[in-house]
């Protein structure tokens, strides 16, 4: 679990949905999920509507690298704010 910055507590990851269906998908998994939709979108937008959208996927890489290298995901941060990844009061 490299990507996952060490300010998010590991109790923190396996939280369930906010729809409570049963599964749990982790913020690492949700990070992995988001970035490839992003990927795949600006190379999509920059093959058929602007050559200027293929930055996204090289913005979206160039994110990847760095937390690769300092262990501080920004997406990650971002993505455990969402109200599905809080915890639930019992």
Request: charged share 10%.
């Given at each position: ?8 507590p590991s109790s923190?990851l396996q939280q ?55 262990d501080i995901c ?17």
């Amino acid at each position: 679990m490299s990507q996952i910055p060490k300010t998010v507590p590991s109790s923190d990851l396996q939280q369930p949905s906010a729809a409570d269906s049963g599964t749990v998908i982790s913020l690492e998994r949700q990070v992995r999920i988001t970035a490839g939709a992003l990927v795949v979108t600006g190379v999509v937008l920059g093959w058929f509507v602007h050559p200027g959208f293929y930055g996204l996927s090289a913005f979206i890489g160039a994110g990847l690298v760095f937390a690769g290298i300092t262990d501080i995901c920004g997406l990650c941060l971002l993505l455990a704010k969402l109200p599905w990844n809080k915890r639930r009061p019992a």
